[in-house]
């Protein structure tokens, strides 16, 4: 009987260090395990790897740095694939203060493949409107966008003097910490046809499924797990990757406490009786 009141007891102190631990060592020893590529992340890439080279696509930075863990290794994934097939990308976002993410993997990921700026990806930076900038877009992308993010006009671009609405972007795909995922297939999707992949924080991700179950959408990236699975795709060990393994143990850790506290609990209140 000691041992359970042990454990009941037990200094929280040690949990917070055995949680540490499940969180470093994994990282420390880059522990590779095997990832299992699930259907809604199979059908985004599959999206990707048809379109032909030369095709635009539009990235959207919808989260900010709470969400980078989660987020980013799907934005840098991407970027791989996109480039690695030779597509054009066009990088704009509706949450400003994610921006800056997004300009740190577009320049890392342009650099591993040569890829020059306005030659092969361009920075359009944040608009103020929201839905009305999404409308608008289906218009004339110049409406909002007259310029990028250096206030160079966009038909200085080779690649841009095309594109000037949804009818020359071959996909948008939105990394969404919120709802803006809801609007762009409400206004982009629904309106214009767009099609449309979102990569989500597992939060978020549940509420985004109907949309691929109505095939609103071609395709679902969910949290880190689901930026492994893109990683694995792409042939890339990346961030995700690396940190499935720390998930999956801090994961099963938590369950023993979990089972361990209930069970010490209800032995301890049955001897009080």
């Avoid at 949309?211 to 930026?227: D, K, N, P, T, V």
Wanted: aromatic residues 10%.
């Amino acid at each position: 009987m000691r041992f359970w009141e042990r454990l009941g007891a037990l200094d929280r102190r040690i949990i917070y260090t055995l949680v540490g631990l499940a969180v470093i060592v994994p990282l420390l020893l880059k522990i590779v395990m095997p990832i299992r590529v699930s259907e809604p992340v199979l059908l985004a890439y599959k999206t990707i790897e048809s379109l032909p080279a030369g095709s635009v696509i539009m990235l959207s930075i919808d989260y900010d740095a709470a969400s980078e863990p989660e987020l980013q290794p799907m934005l840098v994934a991407i970027l791989r694939h996109a480039f690695k097939k030779d597509l054009k990308v066009i990088l704009t976002g509706h949450w400003a203060l994610g921006l800056p993410l997004g300009e740190i993997a577009l320049n890392k990921v342009a650099s591993e493949f040569n890829k020059k700026y306005g030659e092969d990806y361009i920075n359009l930076g944040y608009r103020p409107g929201y839905s009305a900038l999404m409308v608008g877009i289906g218009r004339e992308i110049r409406d909002f966008f007259a310029t990028d993010y250096r206030g160079i006009s966009l038909d200085s671009f080779p690649f841009m003097k095309k594109v000037h609405n949804y009818n020359q972007i071959a996909v948008l795909v939105g990394f969404e910490a919120g709802a803006t995922g809801d609007a762009w297939v409400q206004f982009a999707g629904a309106r214009f046809g767009q099609k449309i992949i979102l990569g989500a924080t597992g939060v978020v991700a549940p509420d985004l499924y109907p949309y691929l179950q109505a095939r609103q959408i071609c395709g679902l990236i969910s949290g880190l797990q689901g930026a492994a699975e893109y990683e694995t795709l792409v042939n890339t060990i990346g961030t995700a990757t690396l940190g499935m393994p720390t998930q999956s143990i801090l994961h099963g850790l938590i369950i023993l406490f979990i089972i361990i506290g209930n069970i010490s609990y209800f032995i301890l209140r049955r001897r009080k009786k």
